[in-house]
């Protein structure tokens, strides 16, 4: 019976085999702590497409070299991928892109707390390409589900992300609180935080009964702190078919 390899193994022999989408030098102070012992420290990281989503974070072997087995926790436990010098890949016969990883390494996101500069780097590396912006916006806005209005308010929070459509923030005072159940879903974002999410229930009329759709609705606990002024604020779902969303007289999302 054959054995599957390890991720960690298909994805170096799939970097050897075709490189990386691209990579990006960075200057940002990078660190990794691993039970409370700094066990890399590097100003020359690189940022390495693995896939189109976002980037991971390589380091050099230099930045290792002063690294100890202090307090007797064991280091080895970190799931390590390493690349040898620039000779031994061409002599692998590597593409030219993969050149780019020569003496570098990768360590497991999870298995550590990593840094940049004094922040802490939550989920994953932020895509230096990637833009959030919160935008403040006096332009009404009211949100309804199954057609039900259950939110509205003279100010939002539009928030714009790279890529993505915008999404609207409105103050929780603002929401039919009594129609947000807690929900046991909580999600992780590198670039807002910590979000916690609500159910949302609502009586139909037409079957008479109360109907309760889940995870429609999040609130971010813990906060970036570049999102911090998204205390105190919620976001509708607006993919789901439940939801419209109008701002200043406009259908954006919803039927």
Same mark, same amino acid.
């Given at each position: 019976m054959e054995v599957d390899k390890p991720a960690i193994e298909k994805l170096a022999e799939r970097l050897?085999? /075709?490189?990386? +989408?691209?990579?990006?030098?960075?200057?940002?102070r990078i660190r990794i702590v691993f039970h409370g012992v700094t066990i890399a420290d590097t100003t020359y990281a690189t940022y390495v497409w693995e896939h189109e989503e976002y980037p991971y974070l390589y380091m050099p072997y230099i930045a290792f070299s002063h690294t100890t087995n202090e307090g007797g926790k064991d280091i080895g436990k970190l799931k390590?991928? *390493?690349? *040898?010098?620039?000779?031994?890949?061409? /002599?692998? /016969?590597?593409?030219?892109?993969?050149?780019h990883l020569? *003496?570098? +390494?990768?360590?497991?996101?999870?298995?550590?707390?990593?840094y940049e500069e004094e922040l802490r780097i939550d989920v994953h590396p932020k895509d230096p390409f990637r833009r959030v912006d919160l935008l403040p916006s006096h332009r009404p806005i009211k949100i309804r589900i199954r057609g039900q209005q259950i939110a509205e308010s003279d100010f939002a929070w539009h928030v714009h992300e790279t890529g993505k459509p915008c999404r609207y923030y409105v103050h929780r005072s603002k929401v039919e609180s009594r129609k947000l159940?807690?929900?046991?879903?909580?999600t992780h974002c590198p670039y807002k935080g910590k979000a916690?999410?609500?159910d949302v229930e609502i009586f139909d009329d037409k079957r008479e009964e109360r109907i309760t759709v889940l995870d429609l609705a999040w609130q971010f606990t813990e906060r970036t702190w570049e999102s911090e002024r998204?205390?105190?604020? +919620?976001?509708f779902k607006h993919e789901n078919e439940h939801v419209e969303v109008e701002v200043d007289g406009k259908i954006m999302f919803g039927r």
């Open positions: 050897m085999r /075709k490189g990386p +989408i691209k990579t990006l030098d960075t200057s940002r390590v991928l *390493g690349f *040898g010098t620039a000779a031994a890949i061409r /002599k692998a /016969k590597a593409p030219y892109k993969a050149r020569s *003496g570098m +390494i990768r360590v497991e996101f999870d298995n550590a707390i990593w159940l807690a929900s046991p879903t909580v916690v999410w609500f998204l205390r105190h604020f +919620i976001c």
